[in-house]
């Protein structure tokens, strides 16, 4: 067989996209980056009547392109969170506006097995958003993120995602030395908001695109 490990992962993708739907959401499953950007753009975003759009922290969403697409699209009123030199205080203003967006595109830490999504946030703007405000949630989700359960996927979190997250972001932490979590206090703390999404309310208002790619922490 060609290609056995993404044939595998095909096949569990299709049960997390069975499960995902009972709970509710909306889900499409992309071979890879390349064709979850085009279906965002050709498929999710025609269908949605969305006139505003921003984002929360997704390393998957800026390495799919999507970020410089829709900056550039004249017919959307985009509130950049990620625009470089802003100052803390309209950094904090921006993503507090974000709530308030037709359209808010992010990740997820983990997503298990049986259809749930979990989240640790360091602001908790992009968990907000995820649970309420924005009339459309749609996440880029890499196969890395899926987990059998909601233990493993808060361990993968805090095991992994956390302090790589701390490391990528430069933050002052101990994980940032040691790679473990310290269970710190720390004024620059990225754990400090969970969030687990059992299922998506209003139906479909969160459209999970599955990706077939290791993406993202």
């Not at 569990?12 to 996209?17: A, F, G, I, Q, Y």
């Not at 969403?61 to 410089?68: E, H, I, M, P």
């Not at 997250?165 to 206090?185: I, Q, Y």
Request: a neutral charge; proline letters at 5%; hydrophobic letters at 40%.
């Amino acid at each position: 067989m060609d290609r056995p490990v993404d044939h595998y992962w095909d096949l569990r993708l299709k049960r997390v996209e069975e499960a995902l739907k009972k709970n509710h959401f909306a889900v499409t499953v992309a071979r890879n980056l390349d064709d979850a950007r085009r279906r965002v753009l050709e498929e999710i975003l025609p269908a949605l009547p969305a006139k505003s759009v921003s984002w929360g922290g997704s390393m998957t969403f800026v390495a799919s392109g999507l970020y410089d697409a829709l900056k550039s699209r004249p017919d959307l009123e985009v509130l950049d969170t990620y625009e470089k030199g802003l100052a803390f205080d309209e950094m904090l203003e921006r993503r507090r506006r974000s709530l308030l967006v037709d359209l808010f595109f992010a990740g997820t830490n983990a997503v298990t097995e049986d259809g749930r999504l979990v989240n640790l946030d360091m602001y908790g703007n992009r968990v907000a958003a995820i649970t309420f405000g924005p009339r459309h949630v749609v996440l880029l989700v890499g196969r890395n993120k899926v987990v059998p359960d909601l233990e493993a996927a808060m361990a993968r979190i805090k095991d992994y995602a956390a302090p790589a997250n701390a490391m990528r972001l430069d933050k002052k932490t101990p994980c940032f030395h040691t790679g473990v979590c310290e269970e710190c206090s720390s004024p620059e703390r990225i754990c400090n908001h969970w969030t687990i999404t059992e299922k998506s309310f209003p139906k479909g208002r969160i459209h999970v695109v599955l990706i077939n790619q290791d993406l993202g922490l």
